[in-house]
């Protein structure tokens, strides 16, 4: 048995594909601009030396993607853009359900990518106090849960129409 009888390749029917999503997901909304959101409850929860701690790994954070943006930012989306136009081109043009796959749950990644990038440069121009700071990181982390909650019922909805297909019903 090698790996590709393992691994199933028919992406939206697969475990896999369904594992990845889920972790990606639960990833994303577990770390905001690079601060995990334990460290974000403790801060709140017990002060001192956790919001020490959180203000600075946010702080840095910040600095690093304002800083990579500033430099490379317009490189960077360029790059992203061809690369989902690509992926999505593969998908849907060329009828490839791996790429379709991968486009599905990019896309949305990529609008939390976006609106986390524009966080960072909106909290390096405010320099917000450390509870404003852990406020808009919690904010943030709602959205992107709730981004999640749609990119995932928007895989749901992609599977049941290449079902459909599949099936020719449609």
């Given at each position: ?15 896999w ?32 030396e956790?919001?020490?701690h ?117």
């Open positions: 048995m090698s790996l590709f009888d393992l691994v199933e390749f028919t992406s939206f029917w697969s475990i594909f369904w594992v990845i999503v889920v972790v990606s997901w639960s990833v994303t909304s577990h770390w905001t601009l690079g601060v995990p959101f334990d460290l974000i409850l403790q801060a709140d929860r017990k002060g001192g956790w919001v020490d959180c203000d600075r790994v946010a702080r840095t954070n910040i600095f690093r993607l304002v800083y990579y943006f500033r430099n490379a930012g317009i490189a960077l989306m360029t790059l992203a853009g061809f690369g989902l136009a690509a992926i999505g081109t593969l998908g849907f043009y060329a009828n490839i359900e791996f790429f379709r796959a991968i486009f599905v749950l990019s896309i949305p990644h990529a609008v939390v990518g976006i609106f986390t990038v524009r966080l960072a440069f909106i909290l390096d121009r405010q320099k917000p106090e450390p509870e404003a700071l852990r406020k808009a990181l919690k904010r943030r982390r709602f959205w992107t849960q709730f981004t999640g909650l749609i990119g995932i019922a928007f895989c749901a909805g992609v599977a049941v129409v290449e079902m459909a297909f599949m099936m020719g019903l449609v």
